[in-house]
């Protein structure tokens, strides 16, 4: 029975982008498998997969990658706007207010794949320099050599990344391009349904992001490991935490009542990368350790590793500020989130749910 505080089980809107099968532990986009895209397709694959339906031909993918590098850099009044933002402001409210500020009459309903890919380009490069912009270091601009992932850890870090780590990100990337009718995903589509623009939009998806119970990084599954350190400590650590009952992060998922299919294709790309970096390799073994701990003081419970672990090693692996890690997540998200409002406006309904009154009527 679906419940009707929170729309849970609701069915809000037909969609052809993605299936999300928690009883099973799939997640598909486009009819495949997410997990086989992430291993084997690049971010300019899958997202053009998602924008258009259809996996690209050679002179697509160039064609597309050709107009995201085109689209990276930032206009000058929306610098203008970031560098009299307060420092204390956030990166996610930083990023709320610079794309809200790209929506002029080009962007007017209604929505086209280019204004998709203006908006998919533009903010990991609105993140870079904000970052650049808080910790007084030179910003690097946009280098069109680069592919999409690449570009960015080159505009974060100022030097060409390793491919270990363009690989580890551009995984993680893939897997959270999608993730059906999410709160953000919702919220996006609501405002189109209105017949108002793309980039307000995905300015009212981006404050959805925002909200810890959404947009929540694995901050502490950092935390854990960084508190493990070492592949030598790990079962130590694992059953004194067991033993007093205190919860192992990282594992168990609202959805997925079987293994997340996100964290099989980010283990089994850090299993490839074994030995290339020292936080993923203490990521596998933690994992292993905990499964193992898990079953002899939880028998019977079939916790398994969600995504947040491995986004944690991957995070922590290419040095990712943790401030970055919700932007980081929308930079990928917003592939989704414009490929749904392309959908909304294929077939456009206004969302207009009912409420159930319980006030008083006298």
């Not at 969600?306 to 917003?334: C, G, K, Q, W």
Request: glycine content about 6%.
């Amino acid at each position: 029975m679906p419940s009707v505080t929170g729309l849970e089980g609701v069915i809000a809107a037909e969609t052809a982008i993605s299936l999300v099968d928690g009883e099973n532990g799939r997640l598909l986009y486009r009819g495949f498998e997410a997990k086989d895209l992430a291993i084997h397709y690049s971010f300019e694959e899958v997202a053009y997969l998602l924008l258009y339906g259809t996996l690209p031909s050679e002179e697509e993918l160039e064609h597309f990658s050709l107009k995201l590098k085109k689209s990276r850099d930032i206009p000058d009044h929306i610098i203008s706007i970031i560098n009299l933002l307060p420092k204390d402001t956030g990166m996610m409210s930083v990023l709320r207010t610079a794309v809200s500020s790209l929506g002029d009459s080009s962007f007017d309903w209604k929505p086209d794949v280019n204004q998709a890919i203006q908006v998919i380009a533009i903010i990991p490069t609105i993140i870079a320099y904000r970052h650049h912009s808080i910790n007084r270091t030179d910003f690097p601009k946009p280098k069109n050599t680069l592919d999409h992932v690449a570009n960015y850890l080159y505009m974060l870090n100022g030097e060409l990344p390793s491919s270990t780590h363009v690989k580890s990100l551009s995984t993680y990337m893939i897997l959270t391009l999608e993730h059906g009718m999410n709160a953000s995903t919702f919220s996006a589509r609501a405002v189109l349904s209105t017949e108002s623009d793309l980039i307000s939009a995905i300015t009212g998806a981006i404050g959805s992001m925002k909200g810890p119970l959404h947009g929540g990084a694995p901050s502490e599954v950092i935390a854990m490991l960084d508190e493990i350190g070492t592949i030598e400590n790990t079962e130590e650590w694992l059953r004194s935490k067991l033993e007093n009952k205190e919860k192992i992060m990282g594992f168990g998922h609202r959805i997925y009542k079987t293994h997340d299919p996100r964290s099989v294709a980010l283990k089994k790309v850090s299993q490839e990368l074994s030995g290339q970096d020292p936080w993923l390799d203490l990521a596998l073994h933690v994992e292993e350790m905990s499964i193992r701990l898990l079953d002899e003081y939880k028998p019977g419970r079939k916790l398994y590793t969600n995504v947040e672990f491995y986004a944690a090693a991957v995070m922590r692996a290419v040095n990712m500020p943790a401030e970055l890690f919700t932007p980081t997540f929308t930079a990928s998200r917003v592939v989704g989130w414009t490929a749904h409002l392309l959908e909304q406006a294929e077939n456009n309904r206004i969302f207009r749910p009912q409420s159930k009154y319980v006030g008083p009527t006298e």
